[in-house]
């Protein structure tokens, strides 16, 4: 059985000041990790998404995270946040099967409420 | 929009009668997933369709709900005899698997039940 932790429900962070959103998770089996984020009132869009390779991953509106095996984490950053960004992130998890197969069903995390002020 | 539509977005009844959710998936998906969402949690997974055929169906999927999936395209949940215990969001995504492989699942913007 997999389970995700989202260790903050809430985030405030000032305009421009960096960001950490933290996940860590639990699984049998290897997994692919995403991030999806939720604005009011849309639904949910995926954000980025580790699946093989580089332990870096990045998204075309400057967040990254990383995907560390070792402390089973998959902690979403970024550097300089904006007023935009304020949304609901949730960080999930897929189980692997042999040869990369992925049944594409998702467990999620409870979601960090983050909100940025100017 | 080619995304994917839900239909109704609020729904509001009374406990006990009986409500019908629609999903319309992105067009070339043959997978649709539903999942549900209450408040201050994380979307769960209620099941999920490869074309008509329904894979898999969670233990939170009682057996007042039904999903179908009929013709691979739109898919329905139904809840009959409704509790205050089902208010929450409905959520449906959809995906293309090709070849032993999973896509980005594309979400819905839900539908959110009230139960009075």
């Known amino acids: 059985a997999q389970s995700v932790t989202q260790l903050d429900s809430q985030v405030p962070v000032f305009e421009e000041a960096p960001v950490e959103l933290r996940c860590n998770y639990s699984?049998?089996?290897?997994?692919?990790l995403f991030w999806y984020v939720q604005y009011p009132n849309q639904g949910l869009q995926l954000l980025l998404k580790y699946l093989s390779g580089s332990t870096l991953v990045e998204s075309i509106n400057g967040f990254e995270a990383e995907f560390n095996k070792s402390q089973t984490s998959f902690h979403l950053r970024k550097p300089s946040v904006h007023i935009s960004d304020t949304a609901e992130y949730f960080c999930?998890?897929?189980?692997?099967?042999?040869?990369?197969?992925?049944?594409?069903?998702?467990?999620f995390g409870q979601g960090t409420i983050l909100t940025v002020h100017p | 929009d080619t995304g994917v539509s839900q239909d109704p977005r609020h729904k509001i009844t009374k406990r006990g009668q009986n409500v019908t959710f629609r999903c319309d998936p992105i067009s070339e998906h043959n997978r649709l997933y539903w999942y549900r969402q209450t408040l201050g949690q994380g979307p769960e997974f209620l099941t999920y369709?490869?074309?008509?055929?329904?894979?898999?169906k969670s233990r939170l999927l009682s057996d007042r709900f039904s999903a179908e999936r009929p013709k691979g395209s739109f898919s329905t949940l139904e809840i009959q005899r409704t509790e205050q215990g089902d208010s929450a969001m409905y959520l449906c995504?959809?995906?293309?698997?090709?070849?032993?492989?999973?896509?980005?699942?594309?979400f819905g913007e839900g539908s959110r039940l009230t139960v009075l």
């Open positions: 699984s049998s089996v290897s997994v692919y």
């Open positions: 999930a998890v897929s189980d692997v099967w042999a040869g990369g197969t992925s049944y594409g069903k998702l467990t």
């Open positions: 995504a959809s995906s293309l698997r090709l070849a032993g492989v999973t896509g980005e699942l594309f």
């Open positions: 369709f490869q074309n008509e055929a329904q894979l898999e």
